[in-house]
């Protein structure tokens, strides 16, 4: 089928009860070639999963694709237990979106990352991660002094 229709039929499991949606999502996630479709799965999985299901939202995490890890990450709960799993793969990535979306997401239950947080920032060349990495600080309300100061500097 079409991949529009692929995307409206999965994003519909949005709206069945989870535990009986898993097993199909978890199909779609391993087998679906497109990476829109897997965009859909991605952001239910990660919204909706329990401790149970934590390991589908690292596959979603480790996909071959950045939209989908985008995706999985932008929708993460702020209880995600596998910290360091998201950790793995926070140091693993290039890409400056994944990097400081997940951040912020584990800075709020991990306020010790606001050194490594701040570490990379001093250390980036690149504007946009500088800006990602920033907004991630800003969970941490210790932060808010490195954040004003960077905030002066700049202007």
Not at 12 to 18: H, N
Not at 123 to 140: F, I, P, T, V, W
């Amino acid at each position: 089928p079409n991949v529009n229709i692929r995307m409206a039929a999965t994003a519909s499991l949005r709206k069945v009860d989870f535990s009986l949606a898993v097993s199909t999502l978890e199909k779609i996630l391993s087998q679906e070639k497109d990476y829109r479709v897997r965009v859909t799965v991605a952001r239910i999985i990660a919204s909706k999963a329990d401790l149970e299901n934590e390991d589908l939202v690292l596959q979603s995490l480790r996909d071959q694709n950045e939209n989908v890890i985008i995706a999985a990450a932008e929708a993460l709960k702020n209880d995600f237990s596998k910290t360091d799993e998201v950790l793995s793969v926070i140091r693993s990535s290039n890409n400056f979106r994944i990097q400081a979306t997940l951040f912020k997401k584990l800075l709020a239950q991990n306020p010790a990352l606001s050194s490594e947080i701040r570490a990379e920032y001093l250390q980036s060349k690149n504007e946009y991660q500088r800006a990602g990495l920033l907004s991630a600080l800003s969970e941490d309300t210790a932060s808010y002094l490195f954040l004003a100061k960077e905030l002066i500097e700049s202007e």
